[in-house]
């Protein structure tokens, strides 16, 4: 069965400071994984997905994330913060070679920014 | 294209009463999964269709229900509303393809609060 674990439920930062959000999965097949933004009152919003063609996955907004097999990571940064960078931020995973879409998401992290 | 809209997007309702919230997908979508959103148990999936049928369900009681109609809008029906169904339900399409690397889609959400 696959799960997600996020590490820290709140994390602050300095703008202009490195985000850095981890995520780690639990697959006994290759996962495959997404990051989600949420703002406020708003649903789901896609940054990126890792989908086997690189390890290193560029999304919107600046962010990337790093698949890292042998630490079961897919941790989430960004070089700099901005203010609107301020939201919960959601890893999920969805099994490969399953007919469904389903996601199993992590807990979330609510990222900070301070002035 | 138009994104994935949800109505109602705000309810209010009273235990043991009944709830109908509708998704319509994006234009060429047709698989719509839905999602149960708490402060307590974060982002948890409850079904999934595809072509009106269910693909798959999440670990919800029977009071959960859904269904898909030919031009792929869903809904989705709580019976007997209990104070712990307050809750962000998200709404989610898809291609359908059940292709891992297919990207889901996500509402603004309707919230309900059950008094």
């Known amino acids: 069965a696959q799960s997600v674990t996020q590490l820290g439920s709140h994390v602050s930062v300095s703008e202009g400071a490195l985000v850095l959000l981890r995520c780690n999965y639990s697959s006994s097949v290759p996962p495959y994984l997404f990051w989600y933004v949420q703002y406020p009152n708003q649903g789901l919003q896609l940054l990126l997905k890792?989908?086997?063609?690189?390890?290193l996955v560029k999304g919107i907004n600046g962010f990337e994330a790093e698949f890292k097999k042998s630490e079961t990571s897919f941790h989430l940064t960004k070089p700099s913060a901005h203010m609107s960078d301020a939201a919960e931020y959601f890893c999920a995973v969805r099994a490969s070679g399953s007919n469904t879409g389903k996601l199993i998401f992590g807990q979330g992290t609510t990222l900070q920014v301070k002035p | 294209k138009a994104g994935v809209t949800q109505t109602p997007r705000y309810l209010i309702k009273t235990r043991g009463q009944q709830v109908t919230l509708s998704c319509s997908p994006i234009?060429?979508?047709?698989?719509v999964s839905w999602y149960q959103q708490t402060p307590g148990q974060g982002l948890q999936f409850l079904f999934e269709y595809f072509s009106e049928t269910q693909r798959n369900k999440g670990n919800f009681p029977g009071r959960f229900s859904g269904r898909q109609f030919s031009n792929s809008r869903s809904e989705m029906n709580v019976s007997t509303l209990e104070l712990g169904d307050s809750a962000l339900y998200l709404c989610a399409s898809s291609l359908g393809l059940a292709k891992t690397q297919e990207t889901q889609y996500f509402g603004p959400g309707t919230r309900l609060l059950v008094l």
């Open positions: 890792y989908t086997s063609a690189a390890t």
């Open positions: 234009s060429g979508h047709r698989s």
